[in-house]
C-alpha cells in the first residue's frame, strides 16, 4: 500500500520546536488534513516533537499509561546518557523530561512499565559499570518525573541487563527478565531473571536459565499471572540442532517461577527448526497458555508445566534473528487471538501482521505493508479495547537497507517513513493509513503503536546527526 507523507507540511513548518506549547497549532493541523489521503480522517489531532532521543545501537521504548493520560517515551546512548520523557496525551504537551543514569552511565533504556496505581514509572536497560555493564532498574514519579530510587544488578566481573520488566499485581514487587554472564567478553550467556521490592528496590531473588543444548540462551519479556503467583519469562535459547551445520541454532525459550521464592516450576524451548529468536510473551487472562513471539511466528506453551501446545510459522517469515528484535506481540481483549508484527523477507522487507488463534495456533490470516524496491519493517502492535481494530506500526526504508551488528537495520540514501495502518481484525485488511516523514532528519522511525478507547498514538524517533535525535508522538483519532 503506498503511505502518503501526512505530515509533511506541518513538520516543515514546525521544524525544530519543543513541547512548551502544543507541536502542532489548529492551523497547521488543517494543512495537515489538506495532504490526507482520506481528508480529515488521517490527520493527527496533535503531532510533537521533543528532545532527548538516541538511536544508538537500538529503537527508544515507550508505554501508554493505563488511564491512556500519559505517554512514556525512553531512549539511551552511548553519548547522551538516558532520557524519560511523559507527554501529557489530551493536549500532546511535554509533562515532564529527565535525564537518568548520569551522562556517561545509562547506555540502553529496554523497557518501561507502570505500577498499578500509575503513579510509578519504572524504566530498565543497561549502564556502564566501573568494571563490567550491569542491569539497571530507575523508579520514577509519574508526577514529576523525580527519581524515587535507582539500583543495578550483576555479578563483580561479569555482564548483565534488563531487557523486560513486569510489576506484581499487586504493585508490591518488580520482575526483571534479561541475561547475565559471569565476565564481560564471555560467550556462555544465561538467562536472567530478577525479583525487586517495588518500593525500594531491595534485592528479593534471582534466578539463570541455563540450556544444557548451547551457551546462548536470554530472556526478553517478563510477565505475571493474573493471580500473581508465577512469574513467566519468555526469549531465546540455544536448543535445535542444525544436522547441515552441525551447529546448534535458537529456539524459542520460556520459562516458569514462583513469584514468591524464585523457585523454577518449568522450562521449555519451542519454535520452528532453524533460527527462531523468541522476543515477545503474553500470558492469556484464563492462565492456561503462555504465547512466546518471534521472528518466525509465535509457539504456546502449558503454563501448567511448559509442555508444548502449538507452534504456528507465518510463511515467509524471515529467519535473520537480528530483525525478532523489533518483534511485537498483542493479544485481543477476549484473548482468543493473538497479533504478531514481524517481518517478511522476499526480494526486499516487508512488515506483516499476523493472526492466530490462541486455543489452536491456526494462522487465521495476514497482512503485509510495503512499497516495491523499498524496506519495509514491523515494529509495533496494539489492538484496540474493544476489539475491532489492529493498529501495525512500521517503517520504509526508501532505498532500501543495510545491516549494522547491534545497531540492525539502517536506511540507505532517501529518508524514512513512520507508518501506522489500520486493520480488520477478522480480516486483516487495511482501512486506513497515517504516515510521517520529517523531511530535516535523516530517518523518521516509528518505534511502537498504542491504543486506547478512542484514540491511537504513533510513537517514534527522528535523528538529526547519525544517532542522536528527537522524540516524535503523535495522537490520532481512532
Known amino acids: 500500500m503506498r503511505r502518503t507523507p501526512v505530515f509533511f507540511l506541518a513538520c516543515l513548518m514546525t521544524a525544530g520546536f519543543v513541547s512548551a506549547a502544543p507541536a502542532v497549532a489548529d492551523p497547521l493541523d488543517d494543512l495537515a488534513c489538506s495532504l490526507g489521503p482520506v481528508g480529515g480522517a488521517a490527520c493527527a489531532e496533535w503531532l510533537m516533537r521533543h528532545p532527548g532521543a538516541g538511536l544508538d545501537e537500538l529503537l527508544p521504548v515507550s508505554l501508554l499509561s493505563a488511564d491512556g493520560s500519559v505517554l512514556y517515551q525512553g531512549s539511551g546512548d552511548h553519548f547522551g546518557g538516558c532520557t524519560l520523557a511523559a507527554v501529557d496525551t489530551s493536549a500532546g504537551l511535554l509533562a515532564w523530561s529527565t535525564g537518568l543514569g548520569g551522562v556517561d552511565d545509562c547506555v540502553w533504556l529496554l523497557d518501561l512499565t507502570e505500577s498499578p496505581d500509575g503513579a510509578t514509572v519504572y524504566a530498565t536497560g543497561l549502564v556502564d559499570g566501573a568494571h563490567n555493564d550491569q542491569a539497571v532498574i530507575f523508579a520514577v514519579d509519574a508526577d514529576d518525573g523525580s527519581l524515587i530510587w535507582s539500583g543495578t544488578h550483576g555479578t563483580a566481573n561479569g555482564f548483565s541487563i534488563a531487557i523486560g520488566a513486569a510489576v506484581s499485581t499487586d504493585g508490591a514487587r518488580l520482575y526483571l527478565a534479561g541475561a547475565t554472564a559471569t565476565a564481560p567478553d564471555d560467550d556462555a550467556v544465561d538467562g536472567l531473571v530478577v525479583a525487586l521490592d517495588a518500593t525500594d528496590g531491595t534485592l528479593l531473588w534471582d534466578a539463570v536459565y541455563a540450556h544444557p543444548a548451547g551457551s546462548f540462551d536470554l530472556f526478553l519479556d517478563i510477565a505475571v499471572s493474573a493471580d500473581g503467583t508465577t512469574v513467566y519469562a519468555g526469549g531465546s535459547a540455544t536448543d535445535v540442532h542444525d544436522t ?40 492469556t487472562p484464563d492462565g492456561d497458555s503462555v ?37 511485537d506481540l498483542a493479544l485481543s481483549p477476549d484473548a482468543t487471538t493473538a497479533y504478531l508484527a514481524t517481518t517478511r523477507e522476499t526480494a526486499y522487507y516487508d512488515a506483516v501482521l499476523a493472526a492466530f488463534d490462541t486455543s489452536s495456533g491456526l494462522l487465521e490470516w495476514t497482512a503485509s505493508e510495503g512499497t516495491p524496491n523499498e524496506d519495509t519493517l514491523a515494529t509495533g502492535v496494539a489492538v484496540s479495547p474493544d476489539g475491532t481494530s489492529v493498529y501495525l506500526a512500521s517503517t520504509g526504508l526508501r532505498g532500501g537497507s543495510t545491516y549494522v551488528p547491534f545497531l540492525g537495520w539502517v536506511g540507505l540514501p532517501g529518508g524514512s517513513e513512520a507508518t501506522v495502518t489500520v486493520h480488520d481484525v477478522a480480516t486483516g485488511v487495511s482501512s486506513r493509513t497515517v504516515s510521517y516523514t520529517d523531511p530535516l532528519a535523516e530517518y523518521t522511525v516509528a518505534t511502537d503503536v498504542h491504543a486506547d478507547g ?3 498514538y504513533m510513537a517514534g524517533v527522528v535523528t538529526v546527526e547519525s544517532d542522536q535525535g528527537d522524540f516524535i508522538a503523535a495522537k490520532f483519532t481512532a
Open 244 to 283: 547441515t551445520s552441525g551447529d546448534n541454532e535458537m529456539a524459542y525459550a520460556a520459562a516458569a517461577y514462583d513469584a514468591l521464592t524464585g523457585t523454577e516450576l518449568w522450562n521449555t524451548t519451542g519454535g520452528a527448526t532453524d533460527a527462531d529468536f523468541g522476543r515477545r510473551l503474553a500470558v
Open 291 to 327: 504465547l512466546v513471539g518471534g521472528n518466525k511466528g509465535v509457539s504456546a506453551f502449558s503454563s501448567a508445566d511448559g509442555s508444548s501446545l502449538w507452534d504456528t510459522i507465518v510463511p515467509g517469515a524471515s529467519d535473520w534473528d537480528d530483525l525478532a528484535l523489533f518483534v
Open 454 to 456: 478512542s484514540a491511537f
